[in-house]
């Protein structure tokens, strides 16, 4: 199989998804390219006042950080350096309340789930209910075939690299295998699935036809 054809299939598989997506009431779309999301976001950035950050590898590369700081927006991120726990307690907290949040997911399925792990609980919370809008960013590489592979993919891809990204003490980050460990530093204790569109939120999904992430 060529290069051609492994993005025409992840492409496709993504594009199910959307369907799928769409069909669970989510505002899903899917974007060639990750520079397209930027602009795609930007309505949304202008109507906001507020806006937050989930733990994001794939939305921190987009760069919607800074265009958010350039259209003078009050960010709530608590991965800028230099903040004390108080303070990332605080920006964590005002996630919960902000008029939109930027999340990725740790996997999306064809069959419609957005499925998302967390250690602390701030993203998983937010992306449910609190914020006016939220917007999942996923690259392509992210969608798995049903909620049962999504699961998995969570065990076997998803947490073990961000374990080892954040450099936190638990087996996965040094064997890259999940135990379902009980170490205190444990970044999958809270799994949310969002079967359809939560009743009070607005819910954007962009699929890109990209590998972002992990
Ligand atoms: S349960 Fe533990 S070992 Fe498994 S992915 Fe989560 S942190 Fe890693």
């Known amino acids: 199989m060529t290069g051609d054809e492994k993005t025409w299939l992840l492409a496709q598989r993504a594009q199910r998804c959307v369907d799928r997506l769409s069909k669970h009431r989510f505002d899903a779309h899917y974007l060639e390219t990750a520079e397209e999301v930027a602009e795609r976001v930007r309505?949304?950035?202008?109507?906001?006042?507020?806006?937050?950050?989930?733990?994001?590898?794939?939305?921190?590369?987009?760069?919607?950080?800074?265009?958010a700081e350039e259209m003078g927006k009050e960010l709530f991120d608590h991965h800028r350096p230099g903040l004390t726990y108080d303070e990332t307690l605080a920006i964590r907290k005002g996630q919960q309340g902000c008029d939109l949040f930027f999340t990725s997911a740790n996997a999306l399925s064809e069959t419609g789930e957005i499925v998302n792990?967390?250690?602390?609980?701030?993203?998983?919370?937010a992306m449910g209910f609190g914020p006016?809008?939220?917007?999942?960013?996923?690259?392509?590489?992210?969608?798995?075939?049903d909620l049962h592979a999504a699961l998995r993919r969570i065990r076997e891809v998803a947490g073990p690299l961000r374990a080892k990204s954040l450099g936190v003490d638990t087996p996965c980050a040094i064997t890259g295998v999940c135990s379902d460990c009980n170490a205190p530093m444990r970044i999958c204790n809270i799994t949310t699935i969002l079967h359809r569109k939560p009743m009070l939120?607005?819910?954007?999904?962009?699929?890109?036809?990209?590998s972002l992430g992990y």
């Open 117 to 125: 792990m967390d250690g602390i609980g701030n993203r998983t919370s």
């Open 201 to 210: 939120t607005e819910v954007t999904v962009l699929v890109v036809g990209e």
């Open 132 to 145: 006016s809008r939220v917007v999942v960013v996923a690259g392509y590489n992210k969608v798995a075939s």
């Open 43 to 67: 309505p949304f950035l202008e109507e906001a006042t507020t806006v937050g950050f989930g733990g994001s590898d794939t939305v921190r590369s987009l760069g919607l950080h800074t265009l």
